[in-house]
Structure formats: structure tokens, C-alpha cells
């Protein structure tokens, strides 16, 4: 068992909300000997994340924010106020908001392997981070984790910050899949779950689209087996497989108003 060591749909807002009070830290802890759902050993497994507001004496008015895939724990506030633009839900969370922060204290975690290694802002651990074993990334030699490895890494970080039970788990696309698994696992370590343009299963053809979405970056020349970290990164081919899943995310709702050309 590994120990801790350190340290949906939501309604559409009416008029104008507060912004959340002063700048967001990110803080990270870190999980020793995580043992995945596959069996491995990760020595290491540092994790960030960011709260708002105040955990109450009671310790009871803790929601947790699960991330999208391309996402991470920056779910709300700014580093600085410099910053072009806040964190992704930051319009549905803070005072007198849907997730409002004059009652809840609001956790927001990464998950492993984030997408957004390169940004000074991202501490996880995944293929990026250095292998203590070697002395250099760990590409393709990283276990393989699971949604389940996921909850369990935020259920480290729950026992950390003394939080018994969740008054929600909610997240947007693969941030509902762990709220499902949240579910599913700890039952009783929750009050509800908000799982937002989100399935609690993958069909055949999702599992298909899985495969085209990262296509693109295996098919990048500099993607080199995974072994790139020493050379250019796949990046071209990043960027075609992100553009695929947006597009594939969207609707026609959404892409002709956006996109579409008008008539002459």
C-alpha cells in the first residue's frame, strides 16, 4: 500500500459573478511507492493541485475538480494577475458562483502523465520525469496507469488534507470518468458525483477514435518509438491529433458559427 508522504452539467451563470480573491498557488505533494492497477512501482509519484477558499473546522465542505484530458489542475483563478486568461471552469467557480467559494473549499488535482509536461506550472510525474532508477526520462518504460490509478493518487491527497468525505467529485470528459470511478470505489467517501459530458463506459467506438486521436503524434517522424526526450519532440504531430479531437468533440453547432463561411 503506498503512503503520503508530503507535503454536470452546470447552469449557465445570470449576470455578472466575482472573480475569486487574490492569485493561486499551485502546491503539489508527493505519493511513495504508488503501486499502479497494472502492478508497477512508482517510486516517486509527485502530484500538483490548487485549492480555493477555506476547508471548514469540520472538514466537510471539500468538493474535488477532476481534470480533461488536456487539461490539469488549473480549474479556476490566475498565477498572475498578468495572465491572459483564468482557469478553465473559472466562470462556475468562486463566491456567489454554481461552485461557489464562500461555502465550499474547492480542491483541484492533477492527474498522472499530464499532457502539459512542458509548462512550468505542471510538476506531475509521468514519461517526462526523470527515472530514479536511470537517471533519464522514463518514455515508454512508465507503467501504464489507469483512471483507477487516477482516484487513487486524489484519495492520497484527500487522506493528506484530512478530508473524510467529498460534498461532490466533478469533472468535465475524462475529469467525469474518474468522477465515476469515485463512485464506484469509495462510495462512502462521497455525497455526489457530477460527471459532465461524460460516459461510464467506452463502446467499441469510442475505443476506435482513441486510436485515430493519437495516430497523428505516432506517425510524427520525431516520435521515435517514444524515445524522443533527447531530440525534437513530436510536436507537429501533437498538434494534428489535438485539433482531431476538438474538432471530433465539437458539433456542427458549434463548428459552422465558429468556422463556417458565409454565403456571397
Known amino acids: 500500500m503506498h503512503k503520503l508522504i508530503l507535503a454536470a452539467a452546470v447552469a449557465a451563470i445570470a449576470g455578472p459573478a466575482a472573480a475569486l480573491d487574490g492569485i493561486v498557488e499551485k502546491q503539489q505533494f508527493t505519493l511513495t511507492d504508488f503501486t499502479t492497477e497494472g502492478g508497477a512501482t512508482i517510486p516517486e509519484m509527485t502530484l500538483g493541485y490548487e485549492t480555493y477558499s477555506t476547508l471548514n473546522e469540520a472538514r466537510d465542505n471539500a468538493i474535488l475538480i477532476t481534470h ?109 470518468l474518474q468522477a465515476y470511478d469515485w463512485a464506484a470505489r469509495y462510495p462512502d467517501r462521497l455525497e455526489r458525483v457530477i460527471p ?41 504531430g501533437l498538434a494534428q491529433a489535438l485539433k482531431i479531437v476538438t474538432l471530433h468533440a465539437g458539433s456542427r453547432e458549434w463548428t459552422d458559427p465558429t468556422f463556417g463561411r458565409d454565403w456571397a
Not at 492533477?110 to 526520462?137: E, F, H, I, W
Not at 495516430?215 to 524515445?227: E, Q, T
Request: charged share 15%.
Open 68 to 176: 480533461f484530458f488536456s487539461g490539469n489542475s488549473h480549474a479556476a483563478g490566475k498565477y498572475a494577475e498578468s495572465d491572459a486568461a483564468p482557469g478553465y471552469w473559472d466562470a462556475i467557480i468562486g463566491p456567489g458562483k454554481p461552485i461557489d467559494t464562500d461555502k465550499y473549499f474547492v480542491v483541484s488535482a492533477d492527474t498522472p502523465v499530464n499532457l502539459g509536461a512542458k509548462s512550468p506550472t505542471v510538476v506531475t510525474t509521468g514519461p517526462a520525469t526523470v527515472n530514479p532508477a536511470t537517471g533519464k526520462p522514463w518514455g515508454m518504460d512508465f507503467p501504464i496507469v489507469t483512471i483507477g490509478d487516477f482516484v487513487e493518487t486524489q484519495k492520497g491527497l484527500m487522506d493528506q488534507l484530512g478530508i473524510q468525505k467529498w460534498r461532490a467529485v466533478m469533472g468535465p470528459s475524462m475529469g467525469g
Open 196 to 236: 459532465v459530458i461524460a460516459a461510464g463506459w467506452a463502446d467499441a467506438n469510442l475505443i476506435a477514435w482513441l486510436d485515430i486521436w493519437g495516430s497523428p503524434v505516432r506517425l510524427d517522424p520525431n516520435w521515435n518509438g517514444g524515445d524522443y526526450y533527447e531530440g525534437t519532440a513530436p510536436d507537429a
